[in-house]
């Protein structure tokens, strides 16, 4: 039986509550994570086609998978888990939402205060003059879509191989290290740096709450409650459990 009654008690009991959030608080979406078995990471092998090296070596190439993760993204909406973390932080229980996710499902919900730690995919950049483009000014058409000094674009991700933007690193940091609870949904928290942030935040002294409806490296390791259900399910579950708590 998963533990919502403790879950609302520790929230319930905590100052400062950040959430992680990864890839699996998007699958109820028809965001596919790294683990799922069709869709997108089937097709495109995420070592091959989202490393630096690779769009580098061949943004063309890189580009078909973008171009797909682009329709993707456009069509997706914002799922139960999206809508509770924006609840929770409307009524002050959630401080912030560190997130690795690039869907920008978080503040499509009404989530304010969101980290992109892997940053977005709003906007195009180009590596060589530095140049931004809102998504909606450039056309797909053709890829990969150019700069007009003539270098092709790319999101404004982070690649495997590439640096954590200084300023999401430093929040993220900062959220992990000064919570008394850290929530994480849906991250198999193997990707580093954002891996480290639970033992950041544990180290700390927060508490560590879990929802994932399969087992993480942190599970058994660091995690103190552990709700093996469905982000969208659990979350829901959880906002539920915080008001009979709370009356
Ligand atoms: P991951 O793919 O490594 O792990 C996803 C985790 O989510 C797994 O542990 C899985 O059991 C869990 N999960 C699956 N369905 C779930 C659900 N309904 N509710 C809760 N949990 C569920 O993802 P990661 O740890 O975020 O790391 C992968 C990297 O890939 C991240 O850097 C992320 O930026 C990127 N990514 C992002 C998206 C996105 O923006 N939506 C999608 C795919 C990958």
């Not at 089937?42 to 490393?51: L, Q």
């Not at 499902?105 to 995919?121: C, D, I, M, Y």
């Not at 959220?175 to 008394?180: E, T």
Request: net charge negative.
């Amino acid at each position: 039986m998963d533990d919502f009654r403790g879950a609302a008690d520790l929230l319930r009991k905590s100052r400062h509550v950040v959430v992680l959030t990864g890839a699996g608080i998007s699958v109820e979406s028809g965001i596919p994570d790294f683990r799922s078995k069709d869709g997108l990471w089937s097709k495109f092998d995420p070592a091959e086609y989202a490393t630096i090296q690779s769009f580098r070596a061949n943004p063309a190439k890189i580009w078909r998978m973008l171009l797909e993760m682009d329709s993707l993204l456009a069509h997706a909406m914002p799922n139960a888990a999206h809508y509770t973390l924006a609840e929770l932080e409307r009524r002050g229980v959630v401080e912030e939402i560190v997130t690795q996710n690039i869907d920008s499902l978080h503040q499509k919900a009404g989530s304010r205060n969101v980290t992109e730690f892997h940053g977005h995919a709003r906007t195009l950049r180009c590596d060589r003059c530095r140049l931004k483009y809102g998504r909606e000014n450039v056309s797909l058409e053709s890829i990969p879509p150019l700069c007009s000094c003539g270098n092709a674009l790319r999101p404004e991700i982070v690649f495997f191989g590439e640096d954590i933007p200084a300023d999401a690193y430093r929040r993220a940091s900062m959220a992990a290290g000064k919570c008394d609870l850290l929530m994480i949904v849906g991250t198999s928290a193997t990707v580093a740096p954002a891996s480290y942030l639970p033992q950041l935040a544990k180290g700390s002294g927060a508490a560590l709450l879990e929802i994932n409806p399969a087992e993480s490296e942190l599970t058994y390791r660091m995690t103190d409650l552990y709700i093996a259900q469905p982000a969208g399910k659990a979350l829901p579950a959880l906002l539920d459990a915080l008001d009979v708590v709370n009356h």
